[in-house]
């Protein structure tokens, strides 16, 4: 995948290595729908292809080395409501950048409703297997997001996590609870109210 980047070594003549860091935020946000590791290998790509008398070296090196926080919030989303929505916004508060990946679970529905426009501008995977295999094959570290609206799914949530951490060990988890105001809305509520066409108030844009 080829990144066409629109800055140039004009961008970084008489700025300091903090407002060089600046301009890299920009960019690391403006490409959030992009895997890391294809987002970081074109910047550094592009970087070097603009560095004008060895001005952007340390730019480069930092990048190379930069590991950032990157969270993956994942479920079967069907479908993906203003309560998750609550939920990722305080992911994103945490970490540099918070991919949603959708799963299909073999227990519920095959997921119906499309991917709201809202959250398009993030990175979006899909995943067919068990969530332990999905994370480990992703060539960077990340932190598992499950969102919480009760001590219900506390409990449940507490049971995952035993089977996840015996499938894969180095597996990291955050629960995040939701605002009050979230706390039941679900995905099934949702489809039920469907049926008599008052869902709409729970659904993202």
Known sequence: MMI???????????????????IEKFYF?????ID????KQERIKHLESINENNRL???INYLQYYSPKIAV????????????????????????????AFGENPDKLKRTYPIPYTIQSR???H?????????????????????????????YEQNQYRYMQELFPRIKIINIFCDKIYEHISSSGIRTLEEYNKHHPYLLE
């Open 123 to 125: 990175q979006i995977e």
């Open 57 to 59: 070296d340390s730019l």
């Open 4 to 22: 066409q980047f629109c800055d140039n070594i004009k961008q970084y003549k008489n700025k300091s290595f903090y407002q060089h860091l600046q």
């Open 127 to 155: 995943y067919h297997t068990l969530l332990t295999d999905f994370i480990a094959k992703l060539p960077y570290h990340v932190t598992v997001i499950r969102g919480l609206r009760n001590s219900t799914d506390f409990h």
């Open 36 to 39: 890391y590791s294809i987002y």
């Open 73 to 100: 919030f994942a479920g079967s989303f069907n479908p993906f409501h203003k309560g998750h929505f609550n939920i990722l916004e305080k992911a994103e508060r945490i970490f540099d950048k918070v991919m949603i």
């Open 29 to 33: 946000k403006t490409y959030q729908h």
